[in-house]
Nanobody, 124 residues
Framework: QVQLVESGGGLVQAGGSLRLSCAAS????????MGWFRRAPGKEREFVAG????????RYADSVKGRFTISRDNAENTVYLQMNSLKPEDTAVYYC?????????????????WGQGTQVTVSS
């Protein structure tokens, strides 16, 4: 059973940075894809970034390209989301998710394991 635990959220001013962590456990993740999603109040859940555990290939939403970086530490079974140049519109609950395979889906329905979420609030 896959378990995902996010941490690192908080309150930051516009232009600031935060790093989110997702600690994964419960199985071997070499053939998994890890994704970060977010849900803002009153909005649909949206894909933010994804990474393949084996090769480290990445994919980003256009809204975060050049500002966010996803990475993974295989030894620690942890995925990170470094968020720079944060904007008020980045305010949301951020979720870590896992899917088997090597294709980085942007649709959350393809991911079958989810963390509990961590709140990110960016003040203007």
């Amino acid at each position: 059973q896959v378990q995902l635990v996010e941490s690192g959220g908080g309150l930051v001013q516009a232009g600031g940075s935060l790093r989110l962590s997702c600690a994964a456990s419960g199985r071997t993740f070499s053939s998994y894809v890890m994704g970060w999603f977010r849900r803002a109040p009153g909005k649909e859940r949206e894909f933010v970034a994804g990474i393949t555990w084996s090769s480290g290939r990445t994919r980003y939403a256009d809204s975060v390209k050049g500002r966010f970086t996803i990475s993974r530490d295989n030894a620690e079974n942890t995925v990170y989301l470094q968020m720079n140049s944060l904007k008020p519109e980045d305010t949301a609950v951020y979720y870590c998710a896992a899917a088997s395979g090597t294709f980085i889906y942007t649709l959350g329905d393809h991911y079958n394991s989810w963390g509990q979420g961590t709140q990110v609030t960016v003040s203007s």
